[in-house]
């Protein structure tokens, strides 16, 4: 180190010197205007260590290959007229933000240090000021001016900063991350943890520290740098994903994904040299300037509590994950992993897969803890552990809007294996084999999307023709729609078509699955009858369950054989109409279709039409089965479901007892806005297609009105 300083000192400002002089750590820091005001120096008074010569310091990002800031015609600013107007919604550079982000609870903190409140002529001001929303992420006036306001402290939202293309000041309040560092800084030596970074100077709460600079690169060369690193562990600590704005529908190609990520091993500032710590003083946040820059993000570190001169400066890598999976400062301190940007994502994914095939899941257990404050967890454990809480989040969330959790079975019977009481359970143990979803056209190239809908559009203008109100029918085709295309009546019908394949059972033609149903559903609807299938906690009903749902029992039959007897067309069809119908009760009992107590013969009419419904789309090729990757599909295909039909409270109209539609949960629930029911142009399908062949009329008169012996086709018998 001493000869190092030495040469710099003697020899750097000789031009034969020069090819040194660049490579030197201090010439490279004396280079940057802001080493005048605000020095960044280097020191080592424990060995003779010396900062590696392979690294440059630099005082802006650097765009590697590929690269590219937007356009200057995608660029764009505000044009406030004075820089007070900056801090408020209606500034272009803080449209992004949300109605929440925006609220501002320390207005008045603002508005107080003004000298603003109380009565008098103040007072009117301050109604003024109240008026325009505060949105911006700092402290305007008095002592705490250009710190970043305690909400957001604990927030995961990114800062939204005026910058260089708009029309306010340099000085204009929300420039802070672009106004640059104004803490002098020191590189030292620490006793055992390398080189750390300390203040020169006292900072306080909410101030601005550094950004974290480095090259910007590709996923893919991030990848790259990853394999040739001899040690990819190692390398993961010095990228950062720039993903706060990545997501795969984004409309901006590049924030679609795979994000950009920061390499500050060999190129960076002194934030680079900053340590790991569980109770860190320093947290990092994705800051934007030019919004047609959002890939390109800077990561800006600010202080979260006063720190004194001279103190280590440190930040947690993985931002507050503790060993229970929560926050460290609460849920907020979690929900920052997402703003700090996943490092190494596409490599940690590689090792998440292996991690997942040996460990076991659980709802509530993250990996082993890495959590030991005087050595930095394994960037490889933080990043599993960051997804596992993601994960865990998002779970919780489709719970709390209607996705059964995964350890509910069907029969209501916790120890029960069986595959199809299993539908909710897509955990690694026990993940579906395949899904199906849906294709965009069917073999006639109908949208599969518009048969769907008009099926159950069908089957509520059928099972329910005295509904004579066409926004009920419109709730209640909704609601069919809804379970009729849920995940698990998807998994019935493969279960159905597993067990048909199984027993060589093929209802090659449509005539028989008609005749099959039309046999089955009379016993169906008086098992129905018999057992109450919304309540699933006696002995009997579960015992009668789960016969009609496990394979036929030799038992009863006079011929004993080692192996269960084959299921028979009835029974795999028993088996589908019963799966479909827990569910439906299930979903009734927990939240979604409330109001769905239905009569045995309105559920029994209904269960069975979806049935058909599945066989002809699978016939018509509507479907495609896909073998199933792992849990975070079935998290997909749940959380698509429950975009799709949010909340479903509102449909408890026409139960068969009832002669008026009721409107009362419609009135209740104003998210339910009625979908248009899309017709296909010169199509009938009841006619032509078939497709909802299924469906007859239940009001009171026969249960099926063959719609196909009405057009000449084979059809359904009346019973
Ligand atoms: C981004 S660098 C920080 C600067 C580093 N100390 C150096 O000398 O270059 C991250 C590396 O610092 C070390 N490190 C960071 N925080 C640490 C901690 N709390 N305990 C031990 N080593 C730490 C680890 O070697 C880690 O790979």
């Excluded at 950062?240 to 390499?263: I, M, N, Q, W, Y």
């Excluded at 059928?462 to 809804?482: C, F, G, T």
């Excluded at 806005?673 to 007859?696: H, R, T």
């Amino acid at each position: 180190m001493e000869a190092i300083t030495g040469q710099h000192f003697f020899f750097h400002d000789q031009p034969e010197h020069a090819a040194e002089k660049d490579s030197c750590h201090f010439c490279q820091l004396r280079a940057f205007p802001i080493h005048q005001t605000t020095p960044v120096t280097i020191v080592n008074a424990k060995d003779q260590s010396v900062i590696p010569p392979n690294f440059r310091f630099i005082d802006r990002m650097v765009l590697g290959q590929g690269v590219e800031p937007a356009e200057d015609s995608f660029r764009s600013g505000c044009s406030c007229e004075n820089d007070s107007e900056c801090q408020y919604m209606g500034c272009l550079c803080l449209a992004d933000l949300g109605e929440e982000e925006g609220s501002s609870s320390d207005e008045d903190e603002d508005i107080h240090a003004n000298g603003a409140n109380g009565d008098g002529p103040e007072a009117g001001r301050k109604d003024k000021v109240r008026q325009k929303r505060k949105a911006y992420a700092y402290h305007t006036h008095g002592a705490k001016a250009g710190l970043l306001r305690s909400k957001m402290l604990n927030s995961k939202e990114p800062l939204y900063e005026c910058h260089a293309g708009c029309s306010c000041s340099k000085d204009c309040p929300n420039r802070v991350v672009e106004r640059g560092r104004t803490i002098p800084l020191q590189i030292f030596r620490t006793d055992d943890r390398g080189w750390g970074v300390r203040t020169q100077v006292a900072i306080k709460k909410g101030q601005f520290v550094d950004r974290y600079l480095g090259e910007i690169i590709t996923s893919a060369e991030a990848d790259r740098r990853r394999a040739a690193s001899a040690v990819s562990k190692r390398k993961d600590v010095y990228l950062f994903a720039l993903d706060k704005f990545t997501h795969p529908e984004s409309l901006d190609p590049r924030l679609k994904g795979p994000p950009l990520e920061v390499d500050g091993e060999f190129l960076s500032g002194p934030t680079r040299f900053i340590n790991h710590s569980c109770e860190p003083n320093l947290r990092i946040f994705a800051r934007v300037g030019d919004h047609a820059d959002k890939h390109i993000h800077d990561l800006a570190l600010f202080a979260i509590r006063d720190i004194p001169r001279g103190e280590e400066l440190t930040f947690d890598y993985v931002d507050g994950v503790t060993e229970d999976g929560g926050g460290m400062e609460g849920a907020s301190a979690g929900d920052m992993a997402k703003c700090l940007s996943r490092r190494s994502f596409t490599y940690v994914w590689k090792q998440y897969t292996d991690y997942k095939a040996y460990s076991s899941y659980t709802m509530s257990t993250p990996p082993s803890s890495d959590r030991i404050s005087s050595s930095p967890p394994s960037p490889v454990a933080l990043t599993l552990r960051r997804r596992e809480r993601d994960e865990r989040r998002r779970r919780e969330e489709q719970y709390s809007h209607g996705r059964p959790l995964p350890s509910q079975k069907l029969c209501g019977n916790e120890e029960c294996v069986l595959r199809c009481c299993n539908v909710f359970k897509t955990t690694r143990f026990y993940l579906p084999d395949y899904l199906l979803g849906d294709k965009e056209r069917s073999v006639d190239d109908i949208l599969v999307k518009d048969i769907q809908t008009h099926f159950a559009y069908l089957a509520a203008t059928r099972i329910w023709p005295s509904i004579e109100k066409q926004s009920d029918v419109l709730l209640k085709a909704q609601s069919i729609e809804a379970f009729a295309t849920s995940p698990p009546v998807r998994a019935a019908y493969l279960d159905f078509r597993y067990l048909c394949q199984k027993n060589d059972l093929n209802f090659t033609i449509e005539s028989r699955l008609r005749e099959t149903l039309s046999v089955t559903m009379p016993r169906f609807r008086s098992l129905i009858e018999t057992l109450d299938t919304a309540r699933l906690d006696d002995d009997y009903t579960e015992l009668v369950v789960h016969r009609t749902l496990q394979p036929p029992d030799q038992a009863d039959k006079a011929v004993q054989t080692d192996r269960p007897l084959p299921w028979t067309q009835e029974g795999c069809v028993m088996r589908f109409l019963l799966t479909v119908e827990l569910w439906r009760c299930h979903d009734e009992r927990h939240m979604r279709q409330r109001g769905w107590a239905w009569k045995p013969w309105i559920v029994a009419e209904l269960v069975s039409a979806v049935l058909l419904h599945y066989w002809l789309l699978d016939r018509e090729k509507c479907f495609e089965r896909v073998p199933c990757r792992g849990s975070e599909q079935c998290d997909e295909v749940w959380q698509d479901w429950l975009d799709k039909y949010p909340l479903l409270l509102g449909d408890s109209s026409h139960d068969d007892d009832e002669d008026e539609p009721d409107q009362g949960d419609s009135k209740k629930s104003p998210d339910l806005v009625p979908k248009p029911i899309g017709l296909i142009k010169g199509l009938d399908l009841d006619k032509d297609v078939g497709y909802v062949g299924g469906v007859g009329t239940a009001a009171r008169g026969p249960l099926w009105r063959d719609m196909r012996q009405k057009h000449g086709d084979d059809g359904l018998p009346q019973h």
